[in-house]
Structure formats: C-alpha cells, structure tokens
C-alpha cells in the first residue's frame, strides 16, 4: 500500500469511528446473551429467563430472549459488513465494542435481573455468592478490556496551531 491509501483508511475509520464502536457493542451484546442463553438456560438447564412462574413461561421468556440476542448479533454484522464495504472498518475499536457491549450485558444481567429484579439466579444452589462473584468479575474484566480498547482508538482532536 502506497502512503495516500493509508491516509484515506485512517480517514476512513475516524469517520466511521462510532459505527466501529456500535457494531462491536451490538454484535458483543447479543454474542453473550446468545452464549448464556444456549450453555446456562439450554444445555445446563441452570435457570430460564424469567423463572418466577411455570416452567412453560419460563421458556417462552428464553425464546423472546433468544430472539432479542439474535436481532442484536444480525444488527451487528450488518453493521460489521457496511463497514468493510465502505473500507471503514477498525478491528481494535470493533473489538473494544464486542468486549464493551458482552461485559456491560452481563453486568446488568448478574445485578440488575439476578439481585435487583430476582427474575432469576445463576444456578439454584445454596452458595449462590460465588457464581455471582465470578459472573460479574468476568463482566467487569471484558468492560475494563474494551474500554482500554476503545480508549486507545479515540478520535484525536487536531489543536489549531500546533501543527498536528
């Protein structure tokens, strides 16, 4: 690649630096909840989404929540693939954005519908602290990532007069 090329790319992604952001948000949003609705709600039968009624509201509750994940991941990777057709995509901060939007969703999954709401639990045991203690800590651990990733792609502000 010649030096102009490389210019307009970096031209490129600062003008699409938000829908970098947005795609890996959206796309990191419904990876996780796809995730934990397929290994904790189907495959390890741990919890439903809504579990303060029938076992039958309960999957209902899990195929709305599924639907939602999927909406989420599609709208990203439209997101994902305008920008590759535009030549607008930045892979760190698209990163930064799936890492950001997976830990903010957990997050508000493990405080929020688990303690606040009680609309579920992680796993029905006794010792509950632990599983929400390692749930969140792997939330807060994907939010601190991401937002060192998006950190680091920040739109620079050009400064008059300082030759930039």
């Known amino acids: 690649m010649d030096k102009m090329s490389n210019t307009k790319n970096f ?5 699409y630096s938000k829908r970098n ?3 890996g948000i959206l796309f990191g949003l419904g990876l996780v909840a796809f995730f934990d609705e397929t290994v904790f709600h189907q495959l390890l039968h741990w919890h439903h989404f809504y579990d303060r009624s029938t076992t039958a509201a309960g999957l209902v509750s899990d195929g709305w ?3 939602f994940s999927w909406f989420a991941t ?3 990777l439209f997101l994902f693939a305008d920008l590759r057709r535009r030549n607008g995509f930045w892979m760190k901060r698209w990163i930064g954005g799936i890492l950001l939007g997976a830990g903010v969703f957990q997050f508000y999954d493990g405080t ?3 303690k606040i709401m009680r ?3 992680i796993r029905y045991v006794d010792n509950v602290i ?3 203690v390692v749930w969140n800590l792997i939330a807060a651990a994907m939010i601190t990532l991401g937002g060192i990733l998006v950190f680091e792609t920040r739109r620079k ?3 008059k007069g300082a030759g930039l």
Do not use: S
């Open 130 to 132: 632990l599983y929400d």
């Open 74 to 76: 599609v709208g990203g």
């Open 119 to 121: 609309i579920h639990q």
């Open 21 to 23: 952001l947005w795609a």
């Open 65 to 67: 929540f599924h639907a």
């Open 112 to 114: 929020v519908q688990h």
């Open 157 to 159: 502000k050009k400064v």
């Open 11 to 15: 031209a490129d992604r600062n003008m």
